[in-house]
């Protein structure tokens, strides 16, 4: 069975939309059936790959993915950029980082 247009092309750019959009686009364009831990753990990945730190931090915290990936390295790279409020809210939500 072939997908609709739509969500073959949601999942073609799935992976430039912003972190913060991830949640609303995955429900409006009903592709949860085809989104799981494994491809936003490769979204994330490819985010920290792109130097989309601030994006690739907020996808570990909200999905809850500290283990699979280096938070001191992604801590740095944020206060670099002045993002300091992300590094904070990081640094909230991972037990190796208090």
Known sequence: MQL???QEWAMDIFDKIRSDLVP????KL???HMVTDELLIEITNKQIKQNRFNDA????V???FQEHFDLRYLML???DL???ETAKLLIQHS???K
């Open 62 to 64: 909200r999905y809850k």
């Open 82 to 84: 002045n993002k300091m």
């Open 77 to 79: 790279r944020l206060a």
């Open 30 to 32: 009903k592709v949860s």
């Open 57 to 60: 931090s907020l996808m570990i």
């Open 95 to 97: 037990d190796s980082l």
């Open 24 to 27: 609303d686009y995955v429900i």
């Open 4 to 6: 609709p247009l739509h």
